[in-house]
């Protein structure tokens, strides 16, 4: 990484994070407002790099009716859950359609992408909101990020150190099973302690369910979307993000991760 774009990476962090906390705290309509944006942003990159990734990423405004839809399940979900279900039924009929043996409906892969960005990026980032508008969720997503945040740092600490196998070199070259250990052991010391600390009053047998769990899903998650830019063919989902590329890239992780608390949380807490 060049000193420059290190740089950038860290003056989008200074204003980035104070901001992601700040509305993490306050929750409401201002966390779910601000989600909704970043759903919008991120199914723009989603949209742009399926369908015209060699084109400049604001060609596809004209398309905003159609994965803004992500954002209203992303922002509806604080209003009535029922939200996500509608969701679901809206990308279940994008896909039927863009999957109809033939063009009846309109061109097939605008639809098909469509229908997916709602699935990836509006049902799954939905659940962020929803676990915000629980009565601790606070906590809870401070748990969710932070553990999140552990397994990179953990991932990328220990690669950069120790790491000599690759894991999946056509998909994300630089990635080690030695980084993936070291993230594995921070995500899941990060939950316990952030259990403890937060006092969330989940005792450790039952938190570790979600402990066990939630690195895997944060690494699957991050190969995922690897593989996703792969596909389309670009480096980075944009450049909307200073020195980390773009908001795709940033929300890999917590995309796999938050569904994944969310179900815990209904299954094992409430």
Known sequence: MSASN??????????????????????????????????LLASAEFVHGWLIPSRPIPEVAPQVTVFAASAMVVVGVHVDARFAWAGLALAAVL??????????FGPRRPLRVHGWCILYIGILFSTLVLTRDL??????????ILGTFAVDTGAYAVGRLFGRHLMAPKISPK??????????????????GMNALFDTGVSAMTISHYAIAMPVFAEVGDLFESKLKRLMGVKDASGLLPGHGGFLDRMDSVLFVMPL???FLQLRVL
């Open 175 to 192: 990635k080690t099973w030695e980084g993936a250990v070291g993230g594995y052991v921070a995500g899941v010391a990060a939950v316990f």
């Open 6 to 39: 290190l740089q950038l990476r860290l003056a989008t962090a200074a204003v980035g994070l104070p901001a992601v906390v700040a509305l993490i705290y306050v929750g409401g309509w201002p966390f779910a407002l601000v989600a909704g944006v970043i759903a």
């Open 261 to 263: 608390l969310w179900v």
């Open 95 to 104: 896909l039927a359609a863009g999957y109809f043996p033939t063009n009846a």
């Open 135 to 144: 009565e601790q969720g606070r906590k809870w997503v401070f748990l969710g």
